[in-house]
């Protein structure tokens, strides 16, 4: 069964990962978006502030193939995925993915019961925790596709997205977070 997350990564033209410093190719690009795309602290804490009614739903967690937005990584094959939908006032606002390769999650067994608390509120705790620099993709979906999955959208036939993803080091033992915003982070501030 494809999950949301692979349905709508498979939907996605093209994924061309950048930097930061890469954006002024997107003048566009509005300032709340900005500071959505660029919080280093917990997304969770952020939506929790900003929406009435803030869920955190686990959508998937199992074993399984990493997912193709991180093909360019050096990544094993046994990797633990855990698929996340962060909602503000019942719309789905951020998809998440987490990748944590079978060592990473030895040493993190943490990591596997999760629950509804967002990985971030997790690793805030831990010692010995860096994160990397963020990449960037602007990329376009399917508004049918998005649709399929309950968000309320314009009637364009495409969407644009932004995905953004990074890896944590816990120990130096790697996970990778990949996440996607959604149109209903535009209206948030």
């Known amino acids: 069964m494809v999950s949301i997350f692979n349905d709508i990564t498979q939907h996605l033209i093209p994924i061309n990962w950048m930097n930061q410093s890469d954006f002024s190719r997107h003048p566009n690009l509005t300032h ?5 795309l660029y919080e280093t602290a917990l997304l969770t804490t952020r939506l929790k502030q ?3 009614n803030f869920q955190l739903k686990v959508l998937k967690e199992t ?3 990493p997912s193709p937005l991180l093909s360019d990584v050096p990544i094993t094959d046994n990797n633990y995925i ?3 939908m962060m909602l503000s006032d019942d719309e789905p606002c951020i998809l998440g993915q987490t990748t944590v390769p079978e060592d990473t999650l030895k040493h993190n067994g943490w990591a596997k019961k999760l629950g ?3 990985l971030g509120e997790a690793l805030v705790n831990l ?8 990449n960037f993709s ?3 979906c399917n508004n049918l596709v998005l649709k399929k999955y309950g968000m309320r959208l314009p009637e364009k036939e ?9 890896s944590f080091l816990i120990e130096n033992r790697p996970l990778w977070v990949v996440e996607i915003f959604l149109p209903k982070i535009c209206r948030l501030k």
Not at 32 to 36: E, G, M, Q, V
Not at 158 to 165: E, F
């Open 63 to 65: 074993y399984e193939e």
């Open 127 to 134: 010692p010995n925790v860096s994160r990397s620099a963020f």
């Open 138 to 140: 602007f990329c376009v």
């Open 32 to 36: 709340n978006l900005k500071s959505w």
């Open 116 to 118: 509804t608390k967002g």
């Open 50 to 52: 900003t929406a009435k």
């Open 158 to 166: 495409n969407m644009p997205l932004w995905v953004r993803r990074s």
């Open 82 to 84: 855990r698929e996340i």
